[in-house]
């Protein structure tokens, strides 16, 4: 990269739509610049369901966030997501032709191709091809294949891929925005690159990404992608079964999720009440702490041990030796990692973004992972499109 | 230019309804004022103030020396000899029809004593006979249960397809507040979309027809029990509303009952603007809930008069250990049990709930009281039915909405169909299920997990 540039991220949530403009520095640090945020309407489970509103409610979110960081947002990194979203490793090859025998740069990008002719379903697209690993005719444990010499290049890829009409409807609001899109990024994947640094992805972490609407999973092991998946559960799920349960209307039943709502049970007074006050045509109410928190407890168990089950089909999940990282919105939730570690019996801590600098109250929060991660991302993808402002730097004293 | 010429079924099946006793009465009521097409309509019953107030043309009075007029009293032993007195002119009624339905509501005199023989009789004549049951609610008592419980054994040996509704069922899935009349109707409304249902899937052919045999040839290698779902939908997304209605009907328990089956037939029915798109959006969802061996018989058929509508139909059999849990079949005469029970197929909760817990020492106690019941409609001849509704007890005001009903009225029946949806999915209540093992996971997980809430 010659030159700092500013990149935004936009994540089109279930619960809110968020736009973070940073500015990637020569030296590879990321400050951000502004946080622009916006009440999410016409999103289910991750899902666009109503571009119209959805619209309004990027454009408020992006204007937010012109104002705060004083940037004209003409190109954005979208993040998208939904339970349509499936992924699987796949091997792909690419044999080099009779006369070379050298592999170059250019092989890289051929195998990259091939794997792009994976098999998917029809009504599917990619979103991504994420390499894991070279061979070399064969031989495993390849870092750097180029100027080696062999007959055939394969490399494992994770491939992540989705209904192509869902996702066209998150790419048809941009259109109608007349932002453009520099690349569509799956969401878990985004808030990985938030949260875990490179120890970790080597050493074998699982990234959960408790959003609204879904909660989404990436298994990090021996440095690279290996399991990816969408859930759709969310948060909106847990405060939906407070409404029901304590027959509060939503708004209520989310305030109180989040003032005073846990997973932890079994550690409160008996008769314990939490007080909701009466206003605007609500009659008050008390609410037992037990059956708030029982009601919550069941739901997250519930969500944690179906990604369990998820996570048993790859069998990566035994190698997370950094074990698991909680973030997005829902992860503040009290007492959560306690439910997680008696569920996946790792280690799990709640995590927000890590390495950046700017808007202290942006990082801190792990509901703007996913949105810090897509700079992150934006960051990783421009370094490797130049070589990195490091290679640049050598070729100039070359 | 060469025209093909696409032949449907090359006669249309001769199709009759019969709907016998009370609940039966009122589900034929139900369908005749929606307006089914090419089907004849006969209702059977014993009590003939019930059979005058309804609206089916063709009326067989049963029983006209045993009864004289009066209901079964709750004892199935009289409603088999009235059906047997009235054996002649049901066999004439039955005569020449390729497929019999016969909608009855088990529990009460007529229906369970009755309706094993007149499917009997309808299968002698050479028809396939669909019978739609309705199990009466756990609260009417015991001996009710195990009356209607012996007479569907019964009718599983007779007929080919038995549809089983438990009105306990129905209850659960009509909304907390829903009124017991707004129960009944739900009940009457499920029958009768049933029976149009299986009628259409039948009569209407189409482009990939599911006839009378795939029916019967995926029905018949297990028991006669079957699941059975209905939903239409003409939204944006009708495709995916349609078949959540379907699986959403009270005999498919969302879906969760499919996983075990080993044959299904879905019929689906569009107007001309039905697209590939939405068949495979539909498949494809529908697949997620049935398991990898299962079979499946898919139907297909366009019909302009359905205009933007959708309709499924889901038909499967149970699977073989909800067998073993039925009774064994007993004779076809059911045995006569004590007079204590009431004559209405469906008992009005106010009176069992006033009613002391059946003891069967008890039961000649009742003899009496049970008589003053049984002569009090008899006794008042109110020809009007509206009239009738106003003043007899609530049994009979179950009826009231479907003689009311006109045919202009199909827009308010759609939003009542609305109600027969559960309504716990809360703001989920229009997105797209979240379905895992069968289970709808946007249902809080309280609920599905039988949590008690203090």
Known sequence: MAKDQIVVGLEIGTSKVCAISAELKRDGTIQILGVGEAPSRGVRKGEIVDIETCGKCIREALADAEEKSDVMIKNVYLGITGAHIQSYNNRCSFTLPEDRAKIDREDFARVQEAARTSPIPAQNMFVHTILQHYYVDGQDGILNPVGMHGRKLEADFHIVHGVATRIRNSIQCMIDLDIEIEDIVFTPYAAAQAVLDANQKTTGAITVDIGGGTTGYIVYAGGAVKQSGVIGIGGDHITNDLSLGLRIPMGKAERLKIDEGSCAIGGTIPGEAVVLKDEHGFAGREIEREMLNTIIHMRVRETFELLKRELDKGRYAEYAGAGMVLTGGSSALRGIHEVAEDIFQMPVQVCRAQNIAGVTSAFENPQYSTAIGLVKYAQATLDDESGGWLDWFKKWFR | ?454
């Open chain 2, 1 to 454: 230019m060469i025209t093909l010429h696409r032949s449907t079924v090359p006669a249309a099946p001769v199709i009759k309804v019969i709907g016998l006793g009370g609940a039966g009465g009122s589900a034929l009521d139900r369908l005749v004022l929606d307006g089914i097409e090419g089907v004849t309509v006969i209702a059977l019953n014993t009590d003939v103030q019930a059979l005058n107030g309804g609206v089916a043309p063709q009326k067989i009075q049963l029983g006209k020396t045993v009864t004289r007029g009066l209901g079964a009293g709750g004892d199935p032993e009289i409603g088999y000899q009235a059906a047997e007195e009235a054996a002649d002119e049901i066999k004439g009624a039955v005569e020449g029809a390729d497929m019999i339905f016969l909608c009855t509501g088990l529990g009460g005199g007529t229906g369970s004593g009755a309706a094993p023989l007149i499917a009997h009789m309808a299968r002698g004549s050479g028809a396939m006979v669909v019978v739609f049951a309705t199990m009466p609610f756990s609260f009417e008592g015991k001996r009710r249960r195990t009356q209607a419980a012996e007479s569907l054994a019964q009718l599983e040996a007779q007929a080919h397809l038995v549809v089983c509704f438990e009105n306990d069922r129905l209850g659960e899935t009509a909304p907390h507040k829903a009124g017991v009349q707004d129960a009944f109707v739900a009940a009457d409304q499920m029958l009768s979309h049933s029976i149009q249902a299986i009628a259409s899937l039948v009569r209407r052919g189409g482009i990939i027809a599911t006839g009378l045999d795939e029916l019967s040839a995926a029905l018949r290698r297990s028991q006669p029990r079957c699941l059975f779902g209905y939903g239409e939908s003409d939204g944006a997304n009708r495709a995916h509303e349609a078949l959540a209605r379907a699986l959403k009907s009270p005999l498919m328990d969302k879906g969760k009952m499919l996983a075990d089956c080993h044959s299904v037939v879905i019929h689906l029915a569009g107007g001309p603007d039905l697209t590939v798109q939405e068949i495979t959006t539909l498949m494809d969802e529908f697949n997620k809930h049935i398991g990898d061996d299962t079979r499946i018989d898919f139907g297909l058929a366009t019909d302009a008069k359905l205009g933007r509508r959708l309709c499924v139909t889901i038909i499967s059999s149970t699977g073989a250990h909800e067998a073993a849990a039925e009774p064994a079949p007993a004779p076809v005469r059911v045995q006569r049990t004590p007079p204590r029970q009431a004559p209405a197929p469906a008992q009005p909760p106010k009176r069992t709930a006033a009613a002391p817990v059946p003891v069967a020492a008890k039961a000649p106690e009742f003899e009496p009281e049970e008589d003053a019941e049984e002569i009090q409609p008899a006794a008042k001849h109110e020809p009007a039915p509206v009239a009738a509704v106003k003043t007899s007890p609530p049994a009979q005001t179950y009826r009231k909405p479907a003689t009311e009903k006109t045919a202009a009225a199909k827009k308010e029946e759609k939003a009542e169909q609305m109600t027969l949806e559960p309504a716990n999915r809360g703001r989920f209540e229009k997105s797209e299920p979240t379905i895992v093992d069968g289970q709808d996971l946007d249902v809080p997980t309280f609920l599905r997990k039988n949590l008690k809430l203090k």
